[in-house]
């Protein structure tokens, strides 16, 4: 069907041209559904369309030679599929395939080697685009041969989140990480995952609270991957002082099984992560009693604490 777009388009790459390209190009496109590991583009086989994902997320696998892929790039709405379909590569050594289920906007080959040709913002834009695309693929290939699991796994959290958004419904955030859920549950031998959303509006919120930032300990690990919102973790080693670790999005903490700890909200009193339990029977604490946590109050700084020079090299 014809999509109902507005000058506001969901995917990113053509909500940044200008009203009259824009125009041009929505005529010609079609908004589908691609369903979840859906084959998008096979190897070497020609390409008839090419896709701006609104909601969808779609994953450019490197096919090798015996059969095994692995992912080179990942699209969501900030861009679109093979561009370079239309500029002398008609096919691509690779598979594609929709990683995560949703719309996206179709734009047949013929219309995009048209637009191209004849319209010239559209052709910057994508210009632009491809070649940040390419950068993409270098860091995800250097991120996939020098990180670990967890870094891996923390990457392709964080750009799915920029693409399902961050106010996506639990069960939507456990689609969309997956695989990677299931990755960390192999490596760490856990047997289950869920999302905690925790803010001003939860019922008996300090009642909850309390339960957080008290001393205790538990029988498994503590992992958390941080979506939003920011806390801070008290760390109490055996023979060691107190250590506050404060976390925000895109962080991911391990705290040891049997490790002295407590956490405390920040400020906004909101935080929401993705959690991974050994135990099914998911958050069990084991309270210390030791009253060590009273002496301590849960102070955020946050890297505009050290100044703007810092802030930066931390936010690059």
């Known amino acids: 069907m014809r999509p109902d777009t507005r000058r506001n388009s969901v995917n990113q790459l053509l909500n940044s041209l ?35 994902p609104e909601n969808a997320v779609i994953c450019l696998m490197t096919l090798m030679s015996n059969g095994d892929t692995i992912e080179a790039s990942t699209v969501g709405r900030e861009g679109a599929s093979w561009i370079s379909a239309s ?47 390419l950068i993409a693929s270098m860091r995800t290939s250097a991120c996939n041969g020098l990180h670990g699991l967890q870094e891996r796994c923390a990457r392709w959290i964080l750009m799915t989140l920029d693409r399902v958004g961050a106010d996506a419904q639990a069960e939507e ?10 990755a960390m ?66 962080d991911m903490i391990r705290v040891p099984r049997d490790t002295k700890h407590w956490f405390d909200l920040c400020s906004n009193r909101t935080i929401r992560a993705i959690r991974w339990f050994q135990d099914t029977t998911g958050w069990t604490p084991h309270y ?29």
């Open 18 to 52: 200008e009203p009259d390209a824009f125009e041009r190009v929505k005529k010609k496109l079609t908004r589908v559904k691609l369903r979840a590991k859906e084959v998008v583009y096979k190897p070497d086989e020609p390409i008839d369309h090419v896709f701006f």
């Open 87 to 133: 500029v002398g590569a008609p096919s691509m050594p690779c598979e594609t395939i929709a990683a995560i289920e949703g719309t996206a906007l179709r734009l047949p080959i013929a219309d995009l080697d048209r637009e191209l040709k004849e319209n010239g913002h559209f052709r910057d834009i994508l210009i632009e685009y491809s070649h940040a695309l």
């Open 173 to 182: 955030v456990l689609a969309a990480y997956a695989d990677e859920i299931e």
């Open 185 to 250: 549950k192999q490596q760490g031998g856990y047997t289950t995952a869920d999302v905690i959303d925790v803010n001003p509006q939860t019922p008996n919120l300090d009642v909850l609270l309390n339960k957080f930032k008290t001393e205790h300990t538990h029988s498994e690990d503590e992992v958390r991957f941080i979506l939003s919102g920011r806390g801070i973790f008290h760390i109490h080693p055996a023979n060691g002082d107190v250590v506050a670790i404060e976390v925000e999005a895109g």
């Open 288 to 316: 210390t009693g030791s009253g060590v946590d009273a002496q301590f109050d849960p102070v955020c700084f946050g890297p505009a604490y050290f100044g703007p020079r810092v802030e930066n090299k931390i936010s690059a």
